[in-house]
């Protein structure tokens, strides 16, 4: 474990919509606190809590700060990353332009590709060449290489990537020209490929380097703001990566692209730790917030991970499959699938008369209507206000006042003429809508990947999440649905569960029985030795970290890779064979073939430091629930639901977790927390477990 004193700990996780604050004090008592996301706002919505912890704890700093942000993912989206420049190998000028020429709507005449971060006036060609092996063929033309960068300090730039071809292979150009970027162009942040990614394909490396360089210079005004304001109670702040582990602030600033997908992992990794802890084996997170819902496949009690991902697309529910809408982006990230039906997504109709919904959202501000914040568009949280499933009066706590008229007002103007609905009708038309992309992204994760849905059970959060599981869940067919403690916060109490991670690559291309064992352990232990060093810059205990071994692996005539994890210990004699048996019924497993006599090709060399966080367990925030919840007397209140024309409107009690404490109940039944709403549809009952879970079955 890492040493960390019995001081409190505190993780924010900044939604589209709300942001949410957990806070865990060193006798493990939990308080959660929920505010709007307004930009301007949240460091100082941030402060006051954090000073009430400290206050009430008799503490003068936090163990630990960690948050979750969307800010590297909506540079990338919205196109306002920092001014940057590229110096290249001469005749890949356009290679990030061309990138590998796919295009996703192969029917869409209309369909235009996102331009490039970095346009074509700021990327500069130079002389060099390194080859395959990594010899020099070509040396680097210095006073071309200085030419490029003084007209790049011209353009004013306020980053420079650099990404030569075979870098990875032998880094040595790239050195040379980023000490002449170091004298004439001090002011400009600087990524090498090498650094960055020392991988093969040279345009996935050359595009994630570009991100890199792209995001550092707001990534940093970013931090230098959030530690201004919040770095006094607490020596480091912590930030979630994409592939589910936190790293310091200073390594932020040096690898924003680690941050991209940093709010979505936090949540796919609590509910990892929760299936570890209930010993279910197989599982699906379902997370929908305010702007997207998130879906993502758990295993073993481990997220699903991926080796490269796509930023800056419309969508990623088929990105498995269908690629070139966004820019390449080569990190370990878990394999999460989106989709733009959050709370706030706003429904419409389209020329065709079809109801639709998202994926633009109405967000914080003005958010939906039912907030009276300035909304005029109908939103999936208006059409659960309308249902019956949502307070008609207040929700988080009271801290956000809702208005049903309203609601029921937009959806009568916007979508009743058009659709020859009742409000009722028109509203549950929505819900249904967003239901069906839910059920798109849940599918891409089970079926599109070789499992059945039927297999695995729903794990539901999120602040809208708990409204929509169980009809998911019964169109998925699966049979039970898991609702944790503070679902609404759970990204927040994710981000508190997360250890410390840091991921390394080396390409080392090759067949699998020509590689010899002894040069692949030695690159082995060369990662290792860095993760080591990088752990002690951090006073963390490298004894306590863990190192994870991984091969990527194909078929030699293939294009993609399997990643295979090298066991530990075991005959070092057997472990080529151990490799290809695992290969092979990876691929299978995947692919639904294997091919035996075929060679199998070595990609990469990759490696998982990760040293591990004191992490508070689900076992403990179930005591506390319960202590809490003994004295308390169950309040019970009736209102109209509406649940689709067969069943129609019915009259549904209204409970709260701690009512479950006596026993289960049958639907229909809604459930208000502070943090969300859990809907139990008709034919499906709800109870609760040893770990404080509300557990939904289906009846039918």
Same mark, same amino acid.
Request: aromatic letters at 6%; one cysteine or more.
């Given at each position: 474990m890492m040493q960390e004193n019995d001081g409190p700990r505190v993780a924010f996780d900044i939604g589209g919509t709300f942001t949410d604050i957990v806070a865990v004090t060193g006798d493990r008592r939990v308080r959660t606190?929920?505010?709007? +996301?307004?930009?301007?706002?949240?460091?100082?919505?941030?402060?006051?809590?954090?000073?009430?912890?400290?206050?009430?704890?008799?503490?003068?700093?936090?163990? /630990?700060?960690?948050?979750?942000?969307?800010?590297?993912?909506? %540079? =990338?989206?919205?196109?306002?990353?920092?001014?940057?420049?590229?110096?290249?190998?001469?005749?890949?000028?356009?290679?990030?332009?061309?990138?590998?020429?796919? !295009?996703?709507?192969?029917?869409?005449?209309? *369909?235009?590709?996102?331009?490039?971060?970095?346009?074509?006036r700021r990327r500069r060609e130079v002389t060099e060449r390194i080859t395959a092996?990594?010899?020099?063929?070509?040396?680097?033309?210095?006073?071309?290489?200085?030419?490029?960068?003084?007209?790049?300090?011209?353009?004013?730039?306020? &980053?420079?990537?650099?990404?030569?071809?075979? +870098?990875?292979?032998?880094? @040595?150009?790239?050195?040379? @020209?980023?000490?002449?970027?170091?004298?004439?162009?001090?002011?400009?942040?600087?990524?090498? /490929?090498?650094?960055?990614?020392?991988?093969?394909?040279?345009?996935?490396?050359?595009?994630t380097t570009c991100i890199n360089a792209y995001l550092m210079p707001v990534v940093n005004r970013y931090l230098d703001s959030l530690e201004g304001e919040l770095g006094s109670y607490c020596n480091s702040i912590r930030v979630m990566q994409s592939n589910g582990g936190v790293m310091t602030s200073h390594h932020a600033r040096q690898r924003p692209i680690y941050i991209i997908e940093s709010g979505p992992a936090a949540g796919a990794l609590a509910a990892a730790a929760l299936t570890r802890e209930l010993g279910i084996n197989r599982a699906v997170s379902f997370d929908m917030g305010g702007t997207t819902v998130k879906a993502c496949l758990i295993e073993g009690s481990t997220p699903i991970e991926k080796n490269g991902m796509e930023v800056g697309a419309d969508a990623n529910v088929s990105a498995r499959y269908s690629r070139g809408g966004g820019y390449a982006l080569s990190i370990p990230t878990l394999d999460i699938v989106e989709?733009?039906?959050?709370?706030?997504?706003?429904? *419409?109709?389209?020329?065709?008369?079809?109801? !639709?919904?998202?994926?633009?959202?109405?967000?914080?501000?003005?958010? #939906?209507?039912?907030?009276?914040?300035?909304?005029?568009?109908?939103?999936?949280?208006?059409?659960?206000?309308?249902?019956?499933?949502?307070?008609?009066? %207040?929700?988080?706590?009271?801290?956000?006042?809702?208005?049903?008229? %309203?609601?029921?007002?937009?959806?009568? !103007?916007?979508?009743?003429?058009?659709?020859?609905?009742? #409000?009722?009708?028109a509203a549950h038309g929505v819900y249904r809508v967003a239901n069906a992309a839910m059920t798109r992204a849940i599918r891409a994760v089970t079926t599109e990947r070789g499992r059945d849905p039927r297999e695995y059970v729903l794990i539901a959060f999120g602040g809208a999440g708990p409204i929509h599981a169980a009809d998911v869940a019964s169109e998925l067919g699966m049979e039970k649905v898991y609702i944790p403690l503070f679902p609404g916060l759970f990204s927040a109490l994710g981000l508190l569960m997360a250890d410390v991670r840091y991921d390394y690559v080396q390409s080392i291309p090759g067949r699998l029985e020509a590689a010899g064992l002894g040069e692949l352990l030695q690159k082995f232990e060369t990662l290792a030795a860095r993760a080591r060093e990088e752990f002690a810059r951090e006073n963390i205990d490298s004894a306590t970290a863990k190192l994870e071994r991984y091969l990527d692996l194909r078929y030699q005539r293939?294009?993609?890779?399997?990643? =295979?994890?090298?066991?530990?210990?075991g005959a070092p004699l057997g472990l080529l064979k151990t490799l290809s048996d695992s290969f092979h019924a990876e691929h299978e497993r995947t692919y639904g073939y294997r091919?035996?006599?075929?060679?199998?090709?070595?990609?990469?060399?990759?490696?998982?430091?990760?040293?591990?966080?004191? +992490?508070? +367990?689900? @076992?403990?925030?179930?005591?506390?629930?319960?202590?809490?919840?003994?004295?308390?007397?169950? %309040?019970?209140?009736?209102?109209? &639901?509406?649940?689709?024309?067969?069943?129609?409107?019915?009259?549904?009690?209204?409970?709260? !977790?701690e009512s479950l404490l006596r026993g289960s109940l049958a639907g229909p039944l809604v459930i208000e927390e502070f943090d969300t709403t859990i809907v139990v549809p008709p034919q499906w009952s709800a109870s609760l477990d040893k770990y404080g879970n509300i557990t939904l079955k289906s009846d039918g």
């Open positions: 606190y929920k505010v709007l +996301s307004i930009p301007e706002k949240v460091a100082r919505e941030v402060r006051e809590p954090i000073e009430a912890v400290l206050k009430d704890t008799g503490h003068k700093q936090l163990t /630990s700060l960690v948050h979750g942000t969307t800010i590297a993912s909506n %540079a =990338v989206l919205e196109g306002k990353g920092a001014v940057t420049g590229l110096i290249t190998t001469r005749g890949f000028r356009d290679e990030i332009e061309m990138r590998r020429l796919a !295009r996703p709507p192969v029917y869409d005449f209309l *369909w235009e590709r996102n331009p490039p971060l970095i346009p074509r092996q990594g010899a020099v063929f070509t040396p680097l033309d210095s006073e071309e290489t200085r030419q490029a960068l003084r007209e790049l300090q011209h353009q004013k730039v306020e &980053a420079i990537a650099i990404s030569f071809i075979n +870098s990875y292979a032998n880094p @040595a150009h790239e050195k040379q @020209a980023a000490a002449l970027a170091h004298e004439l162009v001090p002011e400009a942040a600087l990524c090498t /490929s090498f650094d960055v990614l020392p991988e093969i394909r040279e345009y996935e490396r050359s595009s989709a733009g039906a959050g709370g706030g997504s706003i429904a *419409w109709i389209d020329e065709s008369g079809a109801l !639709r919904v998202g994926p633009t959202s109405a967000g914080a501000v003005p958010g #939906p209507v039912c907030y009276k914040r300035g909304g005029v568009n109908p939103t999936i949280t208006d059409a659960n206000v309308v249902l019956g499933y949502m307070n008609p009066h %207040a929700i988080a706590g009271g801290t956000v006042a809702i208005d049903r008229a %309203a609601a029921i007002q937009v959806i009568e !103007r916007e979508l009743c003429p058009r659709l020859s609905l009742s #409000p009722l009708d293939q294009m993609s890779e399997i990643t =295979v994890k090298v066991p530990d210990g091919r035996e006599h075929e060679p199998i090709a070595v990609v990469n060399l990759r490696m998982k430091a990760v040293a591990p966080a004191n +992490s508070i +367990s689900f @076992a403990e925030l179930a005591q506390a629930f319960v202590t809490s919840s003994a004295a308390s007397e169950p %309040a019970t209140e009736m209102r109209m &639901a509406y649940y689709g024309p067969q069943v129609g409107e019915c009259l549904t009690r209204i409970v709260r !977790r």
